[in-house]
């Protein structure tokens, strides 16, 4: 029985990432081994669909080497077979990727590589491992989240045809949502989330999975405004922006979603698209429902959606204005929500061509406002409010034009 390691881990360590997985992060595949002899040894077994297991002290995941065989449709569509037989080359080419199917013996530190993984990371390529690549439509996912990662490297053009052959054979539209989330999230949070989108979007993968995404190229908003023109470059650049300000998942999520309104604007009414917004947050719904997005990405989605062109114009709202947003925003009671609300709208005004670095002055007015909204002594202002005789909804109101006062005189209106 002989652990290598192998995935990640080892393609890291030869790309000199410092982000390289650590002891307690890494997976290794098990020559030779028996669930028997596994647990024997101390190793306690986690897997449900083929024999996984965590080592005693490290934790990490040891899995019996083993094959594949497609018996359905799907990423669960498969029959494992697990076996002391299985050579550590047969377990390398049911891999989705060369760079992937690389293993490390730990003793010698010397690499078995027999689809010429080392070769595709000089080359900078991601390569298929071989024909199987096409049975599971979460490796179409994976490539394109990597890309992502990996921005300087290339898809191969075989590779390339297979991805197109798996959306028009269906088999991309036999995965679980839970799936596409984990590797759109996942993505998103890469340092180029576009290069995703760009491989999903050339193989005819987005069109599917997002349509609502898809259909924002090629639709053009004023130039006055969006020198960049085309709403899809505008979404990518916007994605981009996030990852430059290392925005979290929540706020990555809503600039995605920000402007899918734009997409079902009619034709003739291009450049403008006029409540827009309204759609946005419609198909922003659609599209979170589709994939069982969490809540939290979810309702920020929506508010960012909806109340985006507010918080752009707000540098000339006066202090009831700013009141009215706050409480659309329910910034009142979820203010760290409406913190990154914000920081979705600084990525969309940065998102543009040529205005990469420019300032965003809302966030810090809107920032400061809703500090002196939140500073106001609320339950004082209610305590006095009832004793001088103010009951129910009135009592609301004079805490509410306390906290426009806070506002004004915060800004300097008052």
Request: neutral net charge; contains cysteine; hydrophobic residues 40%.
């Amino acid at each position: 029985m002989k652990a290598y390691l192998v995935g990640g881990a080892v393609r890291d360590r030869l790309l000199g990432r410092k982000n390289a997985r650590q002891p307690g992060d890494r997976d290794w595949v098990v020559v030779g081994g028996t669930p028997e002899a596994m647990v024997e040894a101390g190793f306690t077994p986690v897997g449900r669909d083929f024999p996984v297991f965590l080592h005693p002290q490290t934790r990490e995941e040891y899995a019996l080497a083993r094959t594949e065989r497609k018996s359905g449709r799907g990423y669960q569509g498969f029959v494992v077979l697990a076996s002391p037989d299985v050579t550590l080359e047969q377990d390398l080419a049911r891999r989705d990727l060369t760079i992937n199917a690389i293993a490390e013996d730990p003793d010698t530190g010397a690499l078995v590589d027999p689809f010429h993984g080392q070769r595709d990371l000089q080359q900078r390529v991601l390569r298929h491992v071989g024909p199987a690549f096409v049975e599971d439509p979460v490796r179409l996912l994976r490539l394109a989240r990597l890309a992502a990662r990996f921005a300087d490297f290339s898809v191969a053009p075989e590779t390339e045809a297979l991805l197109r052959q798996m959306v028009e054979d269906g088999e991309i539209d036999h995965l679980v949502p839970e799936r596409v989330w984990q590797e759109l999230s996942r993505g998103l949070m890469e340092d180029r989330p576009d290069r995703m989108f760009e491989v999903l979007r050339s193989c005819g993968a987005l069109k599917r999975l997002l349509p609502e995404v898809d259909r924002l190229w090629g639709v053009p908003q004023p130039a006055q405004h969006h020198p960049e023109i085309d709403t899809g470059v505008h979404l990518m650049m916007v994605l981009n922006a996030a990852a430059r300000l290392q925005a979290p998942l929540p706020v990555r999520y809503a600039c995605l979603c920000h402007d899918l309104g734009k997409g079902t604007t009619p034709p003739a009414d291009w450049p403008r698209h006029v409540a827009h917004e309204a759609r946005s947050v419609r198909l922003a719904r659609q599209v979170s429902d589709r994939w069982r997005v969490p809540n939290d990405c979810r309702e920020l989605a929506e508010t960012v959606a909806r109340e985006h062109g507010n918080i752009h114009r707000s540098t000339g709202f006066d202090a009831g204005a700013l009141m009215r947003l706050f409480e659309r925003c329910d910034a009142l009671r979820r203010p760290q929500r409406f913190e990154a609300a914000l920081l979705a709208c600084e990525c969309d005004a940065r998102g543009r061509l040529g205005l990469e670095e420019a300032p965003y002055p809302q966030r810090a007015r809107l920032s400061t406002a809703l500090a002196a909204a939140l500073a106001a002594p609320a339950q004082a202002i209610a305590e006095q409010a009832a004793a001088s005789g103010l009951v129910g909804p009135a009592i609301g109101e004079r805490v509410r034009e306390a906290r426009v006062a806070a506002i004004a005189a915060q800004l300097g209106t008052a």
